[in-house]
């Protein structure tokens, strides 16, 4: 029973996809703990879900115009932090 369970379980990482599927998401995950536990001892959390909340409208009116994405959620991430 165990068996067949971890064989259930890790057949997924046969596939080269899946395991860097895997590493991307372990090394996300890393940045963005530490990322987060810094910001929080800084003080700086509010204003770090500011800013990536006010990026949407920049991503979504720089898809509507043509425009590339990153510069819409560049301005609109320089706007809500001025």
């Given at each position: 029973?165990?068996?067949?369970?971890?064989e259930?379980?890790?057949?997924?990482?046969?596939?080269?996809?899946?395991?860097?599927?895997l590493?991307?998401?372990?090394?996300?995950a890393?940045?963005?703990?530490?990322?987060?536990?810094?910001?929080v001892?800084?003080?700086w959390?509010?204003m770090?879900?500011?800013?990536?909340?006010?990026?949407?409208?920049?991503i979504?009116?720089?898809?509507?115009?043509?425009?590339?994405?990153?510069?819409?959620a560049?301005?609109?991430?320089m706007?809500?932090?001025?």
């Amino acid at each position: 029973m165990m068996d067949m369970l971890r064989e259930l379980l890790l057949a997924p990482l046969e596939f080269g996809f899946m395991q860097n599927a895997l590493l991307v998401s372990v090394v996300a995950a890393a940045v963005c703990g530490l990322l987060s536990c810094w910001l929080v001892l800084m003080g700086w959390s509010l204003m770090g879900e500011a800013v990536a909340h006010s990026i949407l409208p920049g991503i979504v009116l720089a898809y509507l115009f043509g425009v590339p994405m990153a510069v819409g959620a560049f301005v609109f991430g320089m706007l809500a932090v001025a």
